[in-house]
Each structure stands twice: as C-alpha cells, then as structure tokens.
C-alpha cells in the first residue's frame, strides 16, 4: 500500500499541533486516519515520510534497493508536509504501531523524544556505525538530532537555508549580487518593475512553517540573541525591532500578496521569473522547475551577511524509529541504512535528495548547480535553540510575524506580543 497525499494542508500553529497530543486517545487508531500496517509473509515496515522533492523521493525511489540488500520490505506511506506533521502527532498521542520509522522535522525532535514518543538508536544500531556516522557530519546535526545524551534521530537529508537570485534582472539594472543585507533591500528595491512583472524579494512569508525562518536569519546577522543564559527570551529588543522593520521593507518590494506566500508561492515567483532575490530559500525547487526562460538567469550563493555575520538557519527532516513500532530492529536498519557511507555517498543525491554526510557532499560537489553554495551556508548556519518548546516558541511567534506582514500591527508591537507568548511558555516549562 502506498498512499500519496500532496499539498499544504490545513494551516494549524504548531503549538496547537502539539498540543492536541494531549488530548488524542486510544480510539484514532481505529478507522481510516492511520493507514493500517501492511501484512507480509516476510518482515515489513511503514515508513512515514514525504513523498516528493528531495525530502522524500530517495525513500521511495531507493525503497528496493533496501529490500535487496536486507531482505525488509517497505510499506511506504507518503503525504505533504502538513499533513505529515498531523499524522505523525496523533500517531503519536494515540500509541499508534501504525508507523516504524517516522521522518521527522528536526524543530520537532526534541519535543517527541521528551514526550517518550522516539526509541533511542543508541542501542538498537551497532555502535561502530553510529561512532563513523558521528565522525563524518556537523557537530550542528548530531545535537539537533539527540537529547540527554541519546541519539533519536539521523539527520539523512542536510538542509539549510540558502540565497537565490535572477542574474538576469540584476545585470538590466546594473547591479552585482549583494553581500550584505542592506545591499539587498536596495537591490530589491530597485529592480521593482510591475510594468514587466519584475519584483525583488521573494520568501514564504506564512506562520506555519516559514514566518520565523525569515526574519531569524535577519536578526541572528546582526548580532540578535533569542534568549539570556537562564533561556528567558530577549528577542524584542531594539535590535530585534529593527530587523523585522527592515524585513518589513523588503516585503514591500513582493509582488501582490506576498505577505501570505506559502513555500509553493516562493517557489512559483522565482521559476517564473516574477521576483529577484529568495535569500531564504529551503529548497532549490525554484531552480529545478524554473521555465526554458527563467531557468539559466537562476543562481545560487551563501545569504547576505549583516553587521555580524552570515546567519541561514540550519534545517533539515531526519529519520527516527517511533516507540510504538512492531518491531525496532528492521526499523533502525533502514535509519542506519539511510545514513551510512556508501548509500549517502552514491544514492541519494542521484534519487534527488542531499546528504547529511560530509564525505558524501565532497563526493557529489558538483552534482548540482546550487550543491556548492548549500554545502557553503552550511558551514554557517546557525541552529534553533535546542529545546523540546522549540515547535511552540515557533508558532507563537509566527503568528504575531505574519500580523506584521500584513500591517495588522507595528514591528514593537508583534514582537511584544510574541516575547510575552514565549516568556509563558518557558515558565510553564519550568525554565524559571
């Protein structure tokens, strides 16, 4: 059985999402939400994941390869983004055996392994595989993938933000790539053209999964701290204020409605040639789907930097064994699988995905025309604070980010209002 459900979805916050585990029973388990477990004369898994892009196309496309090479069969079960994060939740929350192995959000990790839903790997793949793979990927992918000192994920597909720009509508109005933030926002500026459908910034500007990564990137460049060393947040400070008014100023130079762009939306203005420059882009899809016209004005590089630094925000969805699972074992051999030299090194870029691996990025350098400066924004990415109230802090904030987008209310004002929001969150947490 393979069940395929692509789109976006309902647009739930994501504390809301969370939440709902609490309030889930045993009784979801029945009927049609979760898919039932394949039945098999051999042993056979349900792999939750995405189906497409290059989340998803390297599980399904290598799924036979795995069954040779270890006699497990694979049931895969793949769907949208959003329709993921729902389904893996009430999974979750109902002790659903629907699903062995979960591809999860990295943002998310840590909240399901607190909550008891992830199966440490420690124990269930050997310990020299685990101690090679730890050898051969940043030190960033082992921490956002472990907590308490116990590994409950492996990152599989490495991902961070990254800049892309149409050379084309720089060079008509004279302009080099930009270096620095503020060089974008006059670059973006200036190429605004709505006589020949030409705008300049380009981002998915809605709360679920995209408002926060905007704006991060923006504030982290210039030196921001989100919280003080008792974790109580200090993102709205004048700092913070002024990176979301500068944000504010770039989304003005967005073609009509780009306040509310979801992730397709970015993607869609870039291949067609309608904006300029996507400083924090996810995936390269742009590239790949971009018209016969657009395609070769397309470009990739490292992100601006501000007064700081360069700062994209590490991303990326990797692979976990659910505690709820039929059996542990086959399920962690297709974890380690995933992740082991030879199959980061020479399958999964070829089935369109990107290595987590180091060795594997300096195998495949060259595979692609944007590789080069991913496996560059990389070196300098910058984790999300590492907290199981990380996918909460998220939401909360953006939600008062997109009110900004839109002009319901002040750059002070959204991040008051967002700060607040956390700060409660953290002392139901138990933080202070």
Not at 50 to 75: C, H, R, W, Y
Not at 161 to 185: E, F
Not at 380 to 405: M, T
Request: glycine share 8%; hydrophobic share 40%; net charge neutral.
């Amino acid at each position: 059985m393979k069940t395929t459900m692509q789109g976006n979805g309902p647009s739930l916050s994501r504390r809301t999402l969370l939440k709902s585990t609490a309030m889930l029973s045993g009784a979801a388990v029945a009927g049609e939400f979760f898919p039932a477990p394949a039945i098999s004369a051999t042993t056979t898994i349900n792999v939750l994941s995405l189906g497409e892009g290059m989340f998803g196309q390297p599980f399904v496309d290598l799924s036979p390869e795995f069954t040779k090479a270890t006699g497990i069969k694979i049931n895969n079960i793949t769907m949208g983004y959003n329709e993921a994060i729902q389904k893996q939740v009430a999974a979750f929350a109902a002790g659903s055996s629907s699903y062995d192995v979960v591809q999860v959000d990295s943002i998310y990790l840590k909240g399901y392994a607190k909550a008891g839903h992830l199966l440490a790997l420690d124990d269930l793949i050997p310990a020299e595989e685990l101690k090679d793979f730890f050898s051969d990927i940043p030190q960033t992918f082992k921490d956002m993938y472990g907590a308490d000192g116990k590994t409950y994920g492996m990152a599989t597909i490495g991902n961070c933000q990254r800049l892309i720009y149409n050379k084309a509508h720089l060079d008509a109005v004279g302009l080099d790539l930009p270096q620095t933030w503020d060089d974008l926002l006059k670059a973006s500026q200036k190429v605004v053209d709505p006589k020949v459908s030409r705008f300049g910034f380009i981002a998915g500007t809605e709360r679920l999964a995209k408002a926060f990564g905007v704006w991060l990137p923006i504030y982290w460049a210039n030196g921001g701290v989100l919280f003080d060393d008792k974790m109580k947040p200090i993102f709205a400070d004048q700092n913070g204020i002024d990176s979301l008014a500068f944000l504010l100023e770039l989304v003005k130079t967005m073609p009509p409605g780009g306040a509310a762009y979801t992730e397709s939306d970015e993607v869609k203005a870039m291949a067609s040639g309608l904006g300029t420059l996507d400083p924090v882009a996810w995936i390269p899809d742009a590239q790949v789907t971009a018209d016969a016209k657009t395609k070769p004005q397309l470009q990739s590089a490292v992100p601006p930097k501000g007064k700081v630094c360069s700062a994209p925000v590490m991303g990326g969805l990797g692979l976990t064994v659910s505690k709820y699972c039929q059996d542990p074992k086959p399920a962690a051999q297709y974890v380690a699988w995933f992740n082991s030299r030879d199959v980061q090194s020479s399958m999964i870029v070829q089935h369109g995905g990107q290595p987590c691996r180091n060795s594997a990025w300096a195998a495949n350098a060259t595979a692609k025309p944007w590789f080069s400066a991913v496996a560059e924004s990389l070196k300098l990415a910058k984790v999300r604070p590492q907290i199981p109230e990380w996918s909460q802090v998220d939401g909360e904030v953006g939600i008062q980010l997109s009110r900004a987008f839109a002009g319901e209310i002040s750059p002070k004002e959204a991040l008051e209002t967002a700060q607040k929001s956390v700060d409660q969150i953290m002392r139901d947490a138990g933080y202070y």
